[in-house]
């Protein structure tokens, strides 16, 4: 039996995102680790057709304490995450067949991270984006019992807007926020502290992506001197546990992004929802952001590097979908989302004749098109790895209208 099997076998084999216990077991097996172990086995596993999500997620969650020890300066880490209909994620698992009881979990694995590292502390920040069933409120209640209630804060973007407060942005009504909105909200009221080496890490609500994880954003940051870090499901020593449906359809989103916004080309994975900025960096940078829905994370990686060009670090990660209870799911948010990269292509880059071609393939996508076109993804985009071919256009829009029946 060779070592990666070995390491494979001796991991834990249930995986649910409402078990406390497998990732306890998963954080405990990779403390047996040691630094050598990590290097090898990270790349070890990247080769390995047997690889899974939990050999995966112990090595990175090692890799990430391990780096974090290593970061010798005071560091402050906040973590915010906004919150829409996620009461069920909210409660137990006894209390409903989707609670994860993400936000204690989620206060649990920043401890797991940041205990035998003295020199780290950390705040977390929970927005409720005009939750017409009360998450936040839920929230609230959550924090008030916790121990670490005094390191946890739940903001109301309704609130903030009524009160004409600056920070929400210039949003006229919740109704204007499509997560984007709550998010800025948390990363404008993170900056306005005006921490020393804090490093701001929003995530989404549910447990889709470890906090454990966090240290290899952090060190991306202080120690690379990146204004930006982001988890990536697309890298060599990435893993993800999601269907091909929904793999295929993010290569098809990509693909589009990228013969739109040529500058982050480059960006495996944009929507990821765990991302990380230097505090600094985001002081006034947030200032003319024109996107408050679900394109926001686009936005905000195109402003970055075309305000300083090479500062985005693209971060391997384990990641498993966490979809059945999604609020994203009932939205349909992809034509928008498309017509938003159109837009940050007009508003922030200069014409091209490329990108102008695939605009106006965009604007004419409606629903009934963009359904058919995803259930008929050209094989060349499905076979097609984002990371190493990152200038393949290979599928012209003539393809896609006929994939999409527009002809």
């Not at 909210?90 to 609670?99: K, M, N, V, Y």
Request: aromatic content about 10%; charged content about 25%; glycine content about 4%.
């Amino acid at each position: 039996m060779s070592e990666v099997e070995r390491f494979i076998s001796n991991c834990p084999t249930q995986v649910t995102l409402t078990d406390s216990g497998y990732f306890r077991k998963i954080e405990n097996y990779s403390q047996a680790l040691d630094q050598e172990e990590v290097k090898r086995l990270d790349l070890l596993l990247a080769d390995s057709s047997l690889a899974n999500y939990s050999a995966v997620l112990t090595v990175k969650l090692a890799k990430s304490k391990l780096a974090l020890r290593h970061i010798t300066k005071n560091v402050h880490l906040t973590f915010l995450f906004a919150v829409y209909k996620e009461t069920e994620r909210l409660s137990l698992a006894e209390e409903h067949p989707l609670g994860e009881d993400c936000l204690n979990e989620k206060v649990r694995q920043i401890n797991w991270l940041v205990s035998g590292s003295p020199n780290i502390s950390w705040d977390l920040i929970v927005i409720d984006d005009g939750c017409p069933d009360g998450s936040g409120r839920k929230a609230r209640e959550i924090a008030d019992k916790s121990d670490y209630c005094d390191q946890i804060k739940v903001l109301f973007l309704k609130e903030a807007i009524e009160a004409e407060y600056s920070l929400a942005g210039k949003l006229n009504s919740v109704y204007d926020s499509q997560k984007g909105g709550a998010i800025l909200f948390g990363l404008r009221y993170a900056s306005s502290l005006k921490r020393e080496n804090n490093v701001v890490l929003y995530t989404d609500a549910d447990l889709s992506s470890h906090l454990g994880m966090s240290g290899l954003l952090a060190e991306a940051i202080v120690v690379h001197n990146m204004s930006l870090a982001i988890g990536s499901r697309r890298e060599k020593t990435s893993y993800t546990l999601r269907s091909d449906f929904r793999n295929y359809r993010g290569k098809l989103f990509i693909y589009l992004r990228r013969r739109l916004l040529h500058p982050i080309n480059y960006i495996s994975d944009e929507q990821c929802g765990f991302k990380a900025f230097d505090g600094t960096f985001l002081t006034d940078f947030l200032e003319g952001v024109i996107e408050t829905g679900f394109s926001f994370d686009v936005e905000l990686l195109l402003r970055t590097e075309l305000k300083r060009p090479g500062s985005i670090a693209q971060v391997p990660i384990a990641w498993m979908d966490s979809d059945e209870a999604s609020t994203t799911k009932a939205l349909e948010p992809y034509i928008p989302m498309l017509n938003r990269m159109v837009d940050f292509y007009e508003y922030y880059l200069s014409p091209h004749p490329e990108a102008e071609e695939f605009k106006i393939f965009i604007r004419e996508l409606n629903q009934k098109a963009w359904d058919h076109l995803i259930h008929h993804i050209p094989n060349e985009i499905k076979a097609w790895d984002p990371v190493e071919a990152i200038e393949f256009n290979q599928v012209s829009v003539d393809q896609l209208r006929k994939c999409a029946q527009m002809e």
